[in-house]
């Protein structure tokens, strides 16, 4: 297999990765002050994705150096073209990190009230602008022949390309919802539970619109097993709901993280072997031929991530099964 | 302003400003380390809440030092997409590997770390950190291999309008990198010594925690004195390199307009760019001559020659970057270097006095030397980048090609307004927090486990 084609598929895999780990992450954020009614159970909430979300979101800083290192014009066009999306992404992004650092550092109820509401806050719009950025990816945005970017902050913004990020916030959301009905304990639970039910009932009307919009929007469905992906996303998602209302709360988190990977698979599937699509000239979309890196580039990268990834899956892993137990709030010292 | 120039006083900003959080990440982490070493293997719970307590500091440094740090992976491609374009086949590789060579082990093992302490053996527990810490030291690698090539182009090819990576090999050995890395580690050590020596010293004027703060100190001293030494010695090597590499670079530093053999250092100067000379200046004969080639005789280009030099090589064009700047950024740098070798030295004749308590002058003096190592850090990389001027890539784009060409000025003053906002405000946070947990000191005891208080006790406090 040319390298090139190597490399978009293991971007597409950081993205997985990236979604499904920090999406939990994210839906926690969200959810933190509106679950959480005390510091304690605040406190508890945050400490279920504590040890975990700094090392998510490593994810999609890799995801990005990938993308440089492997297709230097994707990442040009793209950040330079996404720009005050992005800006908006970091600074949500700045203030959500900080905001776990620094809540716990002062007793006031009004400071750790500020930083609760920015951790909500930083969690909400990365989540929400993701759904967006996926939906203008398969879209197609305004790119010229010099695969520059001429469109402006507001062509980013469609009633398409918000229901895409309305349906990534709410996959999210139940995706952190479920993840909490594994990780906390007691009263808690039901709380998780209840927005699990609510949340899910509207990802899947959320999720549905997306995908019958993407006929119309997209040439998704041009390429037969993107289209299975999309689909299979709605029937596991419906699955996840009725795994959430037996009980079953391990499958329904797993079904529905399996949503998530395939919606983001049926996005790049819909992709390829574009990498940025225009829609001013489908001459002028860019390819992921056009965009790589030179063969010796994508060599030395290919065996740098062979002898890397396998390591990081390793103690990635391995951080999962110390925090194995539920949060309990009688041990929240470290 | 033009979109160019907000492009590159946004870049000025947010890497000075990730960069105030680096330096001390990087020696904070070891020593800490060094401290939780020290309680495994003697067992002595002083070092235990020595960890702590200092880890507390850093917990709140790094968490600055990482959001900070997303702002530079995504700028490249947001305000430099010519750049990212010209350079990404071997700029992106270092950053790719930085991310999966130390990224995920710094965040996962500070991690465990934070949350693991009853849930490891103590033996495990402090490997994490070790971890954290090696991880950091070796993100600071790639990334100044990535810097290195801005700086000293190697092991690429000219080719489909970009250029392209040859020699993975030659990219890490590039020797500026090499002098760059110590350099800049070794910085980052001081950093972390004299911020732990100051505020030790700034207990020790109140008489707290005697026993804690003064075992605290000496780590601090020790790692404070070699570094500083060492990055004297590396500093100096690593000016001799670039005065054949980058003599622009040294010429600009050292204000030198015309060649000299043999080369007087210039004290200080009153530079006039416009005119191509000192109107003021104050020498030491020989000594230029001297500290480039080890002898009191021997030929410094000037800034003149090296423009004529450069013209022949690369077209007409200014390639004088702004001396005055970069003259006396390298002269407060090696002011502020001298300095902690002196108080370092000092520090050290008194503790093996046994006297450094009887002299509060000496312990006020540590606890105003704190900001010190930030300026030499800030004042070094402004040598390293203003001096690098007209070009992103040395001899091969200069800066206004690399500057993202479908970005409005509007938007680049949008998000600069936006950081500086952001950083300004998070900037108080940090120092109010710092001020805080440095001035309160450490817990008395281990902490007692919880119980009926559960409600009202975090995890971090």
Redesign the interface.
Known sequence: MDLSVLWFILVTVLFIGFFFLEGFDYGVGILTPILGKTDTERRVLINSIGPFWDGNEVWMLTAGGAIFAAFPHWYATLFSGFYLALFLMLAALILRGVAFEFRSKDNNPAWRNMWDWLIFAGSLVPALLWGVAMANLIRGVPINGEMEYVGTFWSLLSPYTLVGGIAGLLLFILHGALFLTLKVEGELVNRARQVALRVGALAVLALVLLVALSYSQTDLFTRAGAGVAYWGAVVVLLLANWKLRGGKYGWAFGLNGLAIVLSTVAVFWGLFPRVMVSSLNPQWSITLYQASSSPYTLKVMTIVAAVLVPVVLLYQGWTYWIFRQRVNPKHLEY | MGELLLARWQFGITSAYHFLFVPLTLGLSILVAIMETLYVRTGNETYKRMTQFWGKLF??N???G???G??M??Q????W??Y??F???????P???????A???E??????W???????SKTLHAACIWLVAVATNLSAFWILVANSFMQNPTGYVL??N?A???D?GALITNPYVWHQFPHTVLAGFATGAFFVMGISAWHLLRKNHTDFFQRSLRLGLAMGLISVLLVSGVGHLQTQYLAKTQPMKIAAAEALWETADPAPFTVVAAIDQERQTNRFEIQIPGLLSFLTHNSFKGEVKGLKDVQAEQEAKYGPGNYIPPVTPVFWSFRIMVAAGLWLILISLLTLYLVRAGRLEQRPWVLKALVWTIPIPYVANLSGWIVAEIGRQPWIVYGLQRVEEGV????SAG?VL??LL??TL?YGA?AV?DVY?LR??ATQGPVEAP?V???ET????????
């Open positions: 917990l709140i790094f968490a600055m990482v959001v900070t997303i702002v992976e995504f490249f491609g947001m305000n997409s010519g990212s374009r350079v990404g086949d071997i700029f992106g590789v950053l790719a590997i930085e991310a999966l060579a990224f995920f082990i965040s996962t093992f500070l991690g465990i934070i949350f693991g302490w009853d849930k490891l080719r489909n970009r392209e990576m040859v993975f993202s060409p479908g970005v938007a949008t998000t936006g950081f952001i998070l946070v927090l805080k947990y902490p486990k919880p119980q559960a409600k009202e006790v975090s995890l971090w406090t």
